[in-house]
Each structure stands twice: as structure tokens, then as C-alpha cells.
């Protein structure tokens, strides 16, 4: 299977979107996207949207992940956690993601920096309740973080 | 599928039942402690779907407890209690959740209100500057080589060995401060780099410190024996594993996805993966939680080092005795191993306690020799600007609720829903008038945890007391508050 390069971000793909969702006690986010890329791409730029604050001046910081996970679902938690730890650890947030698939074997390169005034922080990508979905916006799922 | 009032009988007016034969895979009822008005409240969100998904878990005994500060979670509710037996079931993290340990810690001192009120300002600012808050924060202890190893296996008596704790601090806190069978060796590199910073930090989210005033003492002779006194001042840390934990459990959550296809366990939400207790998997599991439980023991020590600093550096030399004292340190996110009566046998469970404080009757074991006879105290934070309780534990609690009870007020508005109707200056505003000092490090974060967005604290213990799960010993009125 050829992999399928995705590089656009939200702000350039009005097919792609995600929507705060309301919890009681931690922050849930509704995405969708025309494929699954595009749904990867957007839970990211979802959940940095989150926790608030803007990438610095500085110099750029691209970094790359590689995941394997038996199912789409545990995909997308993967990847997201990868980032819970880039801003934990490095303060990091990222806007530019060019993402491939081949089976379940994903591939990332992203670019972003360090964000400051970030007002918010997510400990962790829970599974609750996790499906993806197809729906009339293409593929559709709920994440909630724990804050 | 829907869950409605009437589908629940009535035990008493503060328990009601929701059967086993509610709906097909439950392994056990579910019992809520609540009064009707709470009960219908916590139907408004999954709180109790949740609660009915946690019966899925085997080896779940008795029935899955559900406490009056319910609210929704996710896998299993915040406020939930299930008691899983040690031969042949399981071990759940999403049960236990992502902050292993979170806690509370009260303090107490001989000062009276009255006569420091001038200088409650000027100690906020010094618990600020001690006790690190925020997001992204970092402590003023960090770790070296094998350090980090230590606290997990060690707990607060890593902090007594290095002359930040007082012996007393140890004895009053649950399991002496120190989780025996911690296994550093089950952590990831990568739950130890977000820990190994972190230690003595308050972090962000509904993790706070406050200052109180002892307002009223319904047992004299328990809130003696705890050293609390009417009119002086208190001080509660809630905080818990910081990112050590989040990523223990994250990491645990992610590799029982697999184990649960292979010991065969169905469950209606991913994130109650668990493991046989008595498995590879299980054992990993509970040796990585509890030296998460010990880090956390450890960070509320370090931060009341700090409190006892700030306390040093505002009232020194201004009142007579200006020490802080340990009342006692509980945690309400755990997997503890403890034997409970279960149809008339003792029985060894795995007690599972999300968003619930262990609360243990007079008598019972582990108890300090000060609390044996009053039972072990039980601290329920409520929402900031309003009061907060300490309780004890009574035999009742024992008997209905694997010896636990209420851990705080509960959440009914989103984060989202509190953001739109508070506005963060405002409540600042609205706090000082009222004579309560805030620091906070965001005003949407202060906004997120306004005191409408939380239930009536009063109503969750008169429940939980009505119930003969908790007996009242005292009540404070927050008059400063420091929130990451």
C-alpha cells in the first residue's frame, strides 16, 4: 500500500473541523475530517487550540514521530499523547503536520515551536468512549483529554 | 440506554439501587449515595452510565459505590468506588485514573484568625513563591541519578530522610506515606522525565492550596485529638502525581488495549482496560501505581515544606507559636489491597477508589494510635469560596461502602459552561470582597473552577453523614486561595 501524504492544515482545509464539546469535569473535543489523515491533522490542531497561548518568535522546531498501533483509535491517541509529551517536556506546540500512512504505520513531520502564555495544560488522551466514525463530514470522532 | 430516576429503588433517603438486571454484562448493582435532588442531579451527565460500565470489570463484589459528589469521568465516573477481588479479577488504571494519588492534605495551626487577618495577604504571596503553581512549572528539588527511584519506592519518608518532613507528618498519612511493592522498574523513561522536574509543584487544573478558618467543631473531642482548634487557621494541598502519574497511567492504558483480547474481558468502554490483578500485567501495573502514589506522597510533603517556609517567613516572631501541624494526608485516586466483610466473609479486594477517600472506621487497622478511636479523618475540599469539611469514618462505611466516602464537592457545569458564565476578574473581584485572597496563575483557569461551578459541599456531606458513611467533626470557610 502506497502511503498517502496529508500536509494541509485546518485553516486550509474547510473540510476538516473540530468543535469543543462540553464535559463535566475535563475538556472534550468533537473532530472530523474528510480521511484519516485529515482527522489526525485536525485533532492536533484541536487540541492546541486547547490549551491556548501562540508560538514564539524563535526558530522553528521540527520533529518527526513513526507509530504503529493495531486500530485507528489507538492511532489517534498515540499521536496525540506524543504531543502532551512535546509540550510537557519542551513546551512545544506545533501547526504544520505532513502525515502518511501505510496499514496502521504513521509517519509524521511536524513543525512548530515553543508556545508561550499557554493558559492550559492536558495531562493526558483518554480512550472514553473512543469510535471513529463515518458520517455525512467524512470521518468523525469524540476525544476527551483529562485536565 | 437511558437511565431514569425510576429505575432505581430506594434503599433509604441517601441510598438508592440500581440493579444488576438493568441491563445485560453488569456483574454487580450499582449503589448511589444521594438524596433525590443530588440523584436526579447526577443524571444530567454519564456520571452513572458510567458507573453501570464499571460493573463490567470481573471479579467486581458487593456493589459499585457511587458517593454524592459524583460526576462525569471518563471509563469510570469521579466518585466512584469498586471493590474487585484479589483471587481472580482485575486491576482497571482508567479506574484508578491519570493523577494516581491525587490527594488532599490538611494542616493545622494555633494561630487565630483574628490576629493575623492584616497579614493573610502577605502569606499568600510567600505560599506563591514556595509552592511552585502553573502550567509548565518546574520545583525547587530537582532529582539526581537514582533519586527519582527512591521517592517512588520511598514516599514521604524520602522527604523525612532528607529533613523535609517531621516523623509526625509520616505517621499521618495514609500508608505511613509510602505504598509498599512500588517497582520503579515498571515506570517508563518517559514518565520519569515528566516527573523528575516536577516534584514539589502544584501544577494546574483544580489543584489548589488554601488557607481556612476552623468556622465550626461538631466533635470536640475528635478535632482535638486532630489539633483543630475554632478561630485558627488551617491550610489544605490538594495536588497529586503531577506528570509522573498522567504518564503511568497513559502508558498502562495503552498496553492493557491488548492484554484485555487476550485474557477475553469485553468491557463497554476502552478505557476500563485492566488486567488480572494476579498477572504479569496486573502486577506491573500496581507496582508503576504505587510508586506513582509514592511521588505524590512525596510532592504534598515537599509542598507543606514550603507552607511550613511561608508560614517561618510571614508569622515568625509575630505570633507566639507559629508551627503548622499534619492532621493528616489522604488520597482519593487509588487501588488499594484491603479485606472487607462480603456477604458475611472476609474477603481480599483490590478497592478501587476514583474521586473517593478511603474512610476507615475506629479501630480499624493502619490507623494512627491518635485517630484509632475517632476513626481516620476524612478531608473534603469544597469549591473555592466556599467551605470545606473534615469528617471521620464510621463502621457504617465499613459496612456500605468499602470503608469510603465523599472526596469534595463535585462538578455539575463544564469547564466550557463555567467559562461562559464567569467571567475570571469578576469572580476575583467578587472572592476579595468577600474577604478571601486569590492567587491565580489564568483567570479563565480561576473561571473553570468558580464556586457555581461545583455542587452544594454542605449538601454532598449532610448525604454522606445522613448515610452513616462519615460523621461530621469540623467545618472551615476558605479566606485565601492559591490555584495554578
Redesign the interface.
Known amino acids: 500500500m502506497m502511503p498517502y501524504n496529508y500536509t494541509k492544515t485546518m485553516q486550509e482545509n474547510a473540510l476538516s473541523g473540530h468543535e469543543e464539546r462540553p464535559h463535566t469535569a475535563d475538556w472534550a473535543l468533537d473532530i472530523w475530517g474528510p480521511d484519516f489523515l485529515a482527522l489526525l491533522s485536525e485533532a492536533a490542531i484541536g487540541m492546541f487550540a486547547l490549551i491556548g497561548g501562540h508560538l514564539n518568535d524563535g526558530p522553528r522546531q521540527p520533529r518527526h514521530l513513526s507509530l504503529i498501533e493495531p486500530d485507528r483509535e489507538t492511532l489517534l491517541v498515540s499521536f496525540l499523547s506524543e504531543l502532551v509529551f512535546l509540550n510537557e517536556s519542551e513546551r512545544l506546540g506545533f501547526d504544520r503536520f505532513q502525515l502518511s500512512l501505510s496499514g496502521l504505520e504513521l509517519e509524521v513531520d511536524m513543525d512548530g515551536g515553543i508556545i508561550v502564555d499557554q493558559t492550559k495544560q492536558i495531562k493526558a488522551v483518554t480512550f472514553h468512549n473512543l469510535e471513529i466514525c463515518n458520517t455525512s463530514r467524512g470521518l468523525e470522532t469524540t476525544i476527551v483529554f483529562d485536565v | 440506554m437511558k437511565i431514569n430516576l425510576h429505575d432505581f429503588k430506594k434503599i433509604d433517603e441517601f441510598e438508592w439501587e440500581l440493579p444488576e438486571s438493568f441491563r445485560s454484562g453488569m456483574r454487580a448493582p450499582v449503589h448511589v449515595f444521594a438524596t433525590r435532588q443530588l440523584l436526579e442531579d447526577a443524571l444530567g451527565?454519564l456520571?452513572i452510565e458510567q458507573a453501570v460500565n464499571a460493573t463490567a470489570l470481573p471479579g467486581i463484589v458487593g456493589h459499585m459505590v457511587v458517593m454524592p459528589d459524583v460526576?462525569?469521568?471518563?471509563?469510570f465516573p469521579?466518585g466512584g468506588v469498586a471493590a474487585i477481588r484479589v483471587s481472580d479479577g482485575v486491576i482497571s488504571p482508567?479506574a484508578i485514573g491519570?493523577?494516581i494519588n491525587c490527594g488532599v492534605r490538611l494542616l493545622a495551626s494555633n494561630i487565630l484568625f483574628h490576629e493575623v487577618e492584616g497579614l493573610i495577604e502577605r502569606l499568600s504571596f510567600a505560599l506563591d513563591e514556595a509552592c511552585p503553581s502553573g502550567?509548565?512549572v518546574k520545583g525547587a528539588f530537582p532529582l539526581k541519578g537514582n533519586e527519582l527511584d527512591d521517592v517512588c519506592r520511598y514516599g514521604a519518608r524520602w522527604a523525612l530522610k532528607k529533613g523535609l518532613a517531621l516523623e509526625e507528618d509520616i505517621t499521618r498519612t495514609e500508608e505511613m506515606g509510602c505504598l509498599e511493592g512500588a517497582d520503579p522498574d515498571q515506570v517508563s523513561q518517559?514518565a520519569k522525565?515528566?516527573g523528575r522536574t516536577q516534584l514539589g509543584t502544584l501544577?494546574?487544573?483544580n489543584h489548589f492550596i488554601e488557607v481556612d478558618i476552623v468556622e465550626q467543631i461538631f466533635d470536640p473531642g475528635a478535632a482535638q485529638a486532630m489539633g483543630l482548634q475554632l478561630g485558627c487557621i488551617t491550610v489544605q494541598i490538594h495536588c497529586g502525581s503531577r506528570?509522573f502519574g498522567?504518564?503511568v497511567?497513559?502508558d498502562y492504558?495503552?498496553d492493557l488495549?491488548?492484554a484485555v483480547h487476550r485474557y477475553g474481558i469485553q468491557l463497554p468502554?476502552?478505557?476500563l482496560?485492566c488486567a488480572p490483578i494476579d498477572s504479569q500485567e496486573g502486577r506491573a501495573y500496581l507496582g508503576a501505581m504505587r510508586a506513582a502514589a509514592n511521588y505524590a506522597f512525596a510532592n504534598r510533603q515537599l509542598l507543606t515544606y514550603g507552607t511550613r517556609q511561608a508560614f517561618e517567613q510571614v508569622f515568625a516572631g509575630k505570633v507566639r507559636d507559629w508551627h503548622i501541624r499534619q492532621v493528616y494526608d489522604i488520597t482519593h485516586n487509588m487501588g488499594k489491597i484491603e479485606t472487607h466483610l462480603v456477604d458475611g466473609k472476609k474477603v481480599k479486594v483490590c478497592v478501587h477508589r476514583k474521586g473517593a477517600t478511603r474512610a476507615f472506621g475506629p479501630g480499624a487497622p493502619g490507623l494512627p494510635a491518635e485517630y484509632t478511636h475517632i476513626g481516620q479523618p476524612v478531608l473534603v475540599p469544597g469549591s473555592m469560596g466556599t467551605a470545606s469539611w473534615v469528617l471521620v469514618g464510621t463502621q457504617g462505611s465499613m459496612e456500605r461502602s468499602f470503608g469510603s466516602s465523599c472526596h469534595g464537592a463535585g462538578?455539575?457545569?463544564?469547564?466550557?459552561?463555567a467559562k461562559k458564565e464567569v467571567n475570571g476578574e469578576t469572580l476575583r473581584r467578587k472572592l476579595e470582597e468577600s474577604g478571601i485572597v486569590v492567587r491565580a496563575g489564568?483567570l479563565?483557569?480561576l473561571a473553570e473552577e468558580a464556586p457555581q461551578a461545583y455542587k452544594d459541599v454542605d449538601s454532598v456531606v449532610e448525604t454522606v453523614v445522613g448515610a452513616g458513611i462519615a460523621r461530621k467533626v469540623a467545618r472551615l470557610i476558605p479566606v485565601a486561595v492559591i490555584k495554578g
Open positions: 451527565d456520571s460526576h462525569q469521568g471518563y471509563g469521579i482508567g491519570y493523577d502550567v509548565g518517559r522525565e515528566r501544577g494546574s487544573g506528570g498522567h504518564q497511567c497513559t492504558v495503552h488495549q491488548e468502554d476502552r478505557e482496560v462538578r455539575v457545569l463544564s469547564r466550557t459552561q489564568s479563565p483557569g
